[in-house]
């Protein structure tokens, strides 16, 4: 996995690309925190590499949900 963790998507289909960046778009007008979700709606839109999104996500506090 890790691999490709540089690839770029552009001219191929990734499943659920759409759905990510509306479900994140979508949980911000509401004000709910989805990280994971903020991050492969990112990645998959070009504007995060995989590597940040990891380091972003590991490095947040813990808390209980």
């Known amino acids: ?8 998507f552009r001219d191929e289909l990734v ?3 759409f ?6 778009d979508v949980a911000r007008q509401l004000g ?4 994971v979700t903020e ?3 990112a990645i998959i839109d070009g504007k995060m590499d995989v ?3 990891l380091e972003q996500l590991m490095s947040r506090p813990i808390t209980q949900e």
Do not use: N, Q, W, Y
Request: avoid cysteine; glycine fraction near 8%.
């Open 19 to 24: 759905a990510a960046s509306v479900a994140a």
């Open 51 to 53: 590597k940040t999104a």
């Open 1 to 8: 996995f890790l691999e490709d963790a540089g690839r770029t």
């Open 39 to 41: 991050a492969v709606a």
């Open 32 to 35: 709910v925190d989805m990280p």
């Open 15 to 17: 499943e659920g690309a």
